[in-house]
């Protein structure tokens, strides 16, 4: 009898076309990086533009990555990962964080170290011209019949 293949993953990888088994490393043992994921990419940048000057990562993926609806019964607050949009999420906001810092390598994203967010957070991102750009070149594309 084969063992049990388990996965991880429940979002399909823009490259792969599959879900992988690490979230953050393709089947073949690549890091995904910002090309494999032209939405999420979309969508962080879009978040940061909608920003005046600069926003803490953190704060900002309560924007990017909704947490799934309450479970019902107690302790409502906590994110049933068993279930697939907890899988998704959690998935969702790995991502995010290795995306943005893939945008800051790319100079998508520029490192602000200013307090943000009332003086919660010491630093933050910002979008750049060049992310400016790219989100544009995007939107062109998706509207593109």
Known sequence: MPGRQYREGVAECGRCGVPHANVSFHEDGSQVTADDCPDLVRDILAAYAAVDGHASPLGMR????????AR???????????????????E???????????LCDGGLLRVVEEPCGDGEFSWGLAITAAGHAHLAWTAERTEAP
Do not use: H
């Open 92 to 102: 969702r906001l790995i991502l995010t964080s290795f995306i943005e810092l893939d």
């Open 72 to 90: 019902p019964g107690a302790k409502a607050w906590i994110v049933d990962r068993r279930t697939t949009a907890g899988r998704a999420w959690t």
């Open 62 to 69: 309560r924007v990017i990555c909704p947490r799934p609806p």
